[in-house]
């Protein structure tokens, strides 16, 4: 049996305070406590400012091995954990896994210092990686895995997970976790402060939306709805969960099965909310969707609109059909269901006209709350590819300083810099400064309690500010 520290790095700042549990790590956790190991999960967002909780926790619990879970955003503070680990432990394996090192195994290694990356989905790689090593075997060659070999970084391409594989697995290791942090917590729901639980359906996602990831695949596998089902209950009966959050990549592609889910948690579990911060393709959806959704305890759900324009809709591949998706907002807002729409501004080519438009479209619809942020080039996707041309160095597609949804100065569009920022603000006020929609969260927002704090930070997204990186 070893024992095994799995970290999850965090970017927490002044506009961006908000935290989820890491699924990731505690499917990780749990096939290595299947495998007879000792997992223990660091969450970096209780010690963000100097790693003082993780340090301690290095030394005096002494992991024989360690994983950690990044997305770009917490490059930084990556660099920050693997100095720590390095002065305490120098000969510990470590291992990076999640969205940026499976799209960057070979700068993981050769800048970051991990021995080894598993590109991909870990469940099944990660034990068979540990158990290698312990038996004094190489690990060249295990599917999944990329490591330092002649001085060249060697990546073995990983296998996802079947249908009957993700079914097979055992639920997440949830007693890894401080609830307590998350409970206190803003979550990716944006519906304030309280205790809740993270589930994901499926995995997979088949649409070929250039600025997306690519972890899991293009391949969409489900779990079935018994499975869900059976997960919510134990979370529910068991563990006294009465609050989720679905996180899918497209919960709605299979609609029977989405049926089948959304009926079982209404027959089933009783008083729950259910939240979709993530989780549904708006065009899928037909109007009558809502009310089930409703008759499941559904508080809210958020819509990824991204562009109004069909040329961009088309040039990003995401293909949005916006009539479908504007009646799926509608139904979902005559429903009372809290709706909140996505928005992203300065896509390659986009023009000022195109991203005013998104704005008055914002404007114009039923939403309660809406996001826009600047597109961002993550390095790995198709978008970084496309706009390589555009950028003066490709450092720009993984500096953390270029990272920032709210903040970004890097400007890829068609648009001046004055233009897209003008824009932006022009976006955020045009849809809050509407005394109609005011009333409409005021009255439907599901905690009005977390309301001052929500006016505050959307106050600062409309402020002019300064856009020179530090």
């Known amino acids: 049996m070893s024992k095994i520290l799995l970290i999850k790095p965090r970017f927490l700042d002044l506009e961006f305070q908000v935290i989820t549990q890491p699924l990731g790590l505690m499917y990780i956790g749990a096939a ?36 950690i879970s990044i997305i770009i955003t917490e490059l930084e503070q990556t660099k920050k954990i693997m100095k720590v680990i390095r002065e305490i432990l120098p000969d510990v394996p470590v291992t990076f896994g999640g ?17 080894f990356v598993v590109v991909g989905e ?3 790689v990660f034990p068979q990686l540990i158990d290698t090593i312990n038996h004094g075997l190489s690990t060249e060659s295990i599917p999944g895995t990329a490591s330092m070999r002649n001085g060249h970084v ?30 206190e917590t803003p979550s990716f729901a944006t519906v304030g402060r ?33 499975s869900v089902l059976a997960e919510m209950e134990e979370l529910r009966f068991r563990h006294g969960f009465k609050e989720y959050e679905i996180v899918d990549d497209c919960f709605n592609l299979d609609r029977e099965r989405m049926y089948a889910i ?22 899928m959806l037909k109007p009558e969707d809502m009310i089930l959704f409703k008759q499941a305890g559904t508080v809210s759900a958020c819509f990824a609109i991204e562009t109004s324009s069909p040329r961009l809709q088309k040039m990003i591949h995401k293909n949005l059909n916006i009539e479908k998706a504007t009646l799926a907002i509608n ?40 996001t826009f942020t600047y597109v961002t080039t993550f390095a790995g996707t198709q978008l970084a590819e496309m706009v390589e041309d555009i950028l003066r160095n490709k450092k720009h597609t993984t500096d953390p300083r270029y990272m920032n949804y709210f903040k970004s100065t890097l400007n890829i569009s068609a648009m001046p810099d004055d233009a897209l920022r003008k ?13 109609k929609r005011l009333v409409r969260v005021a009255i439907h927002h599901p905690r009005v309690l977390s309301l001052p704090r929500y006016a505050f930070f959307t106050m600062m997204k409309i402020l002019p500010r300064r856009h020179n990186p530090s």
């Not at 391409?157 to 409970?183: C, M, Q, R, S, V």
């Open 194 to 226: 309280r205790s809740y639980m993270t589930i994901v359906t499926s995995r997979g996602c088949p649409y070929r939306c250039a600025y997306c990831h690519q972890t899991m695949g293009k391949t969409f596998r489900k779990r079935s709805a018994e």
């Open 32 to 67: 290595l406590k299947k495998a007879g190991h000792e997992p223990k999960i660091h969450d970096c967002a209780g010690d963000d400012r100097d790693l003082h909780i993780l340090r301690r926790t290095v030394i005096n619990w002494k992991p024989d091995f360690i994983g």
């Open 423 to 435: 824009v932006f603000r022009r976006a955020y006020m045009r849809f809050y400064l509407n005394p």
């Open 99 to 115: 969205p940026w090192p499976s799209a960057n195994p070979e700068e993981s290694i050769k800048t970051f210092g991990a021995d």
């Open 331 to 370: 139904a979902s807002v005559k429903a009372g269901i809290y709706s909140i729409g996505f928005f992203m501004l300065g896509f390659p080519t986009e023009t000022y006209e195109e991203a005013c438009d998104t704005a008055e479209f914002a404007a114009h619809s039923t939403l309660h709350h809406a």
């Open 154 to 183: 060697k990546i073995n391409p990983g296998i996802h997970l079947t249908e009957d594989e993700l079914n097979a697995l055992p639920f997440p290791a949830w007693e890894l976790l401080d609830h307590k942090l998350y409970a």
């Open 122 to 124: 870990g469940e099944f």
């Open 262 to 283: 959304l009926s079982g948690i209404r027959d089933r579990l009783g008083d729950v909310r259910l939240h979709f911060p993530n989780a549904i393709r708006a065009d």
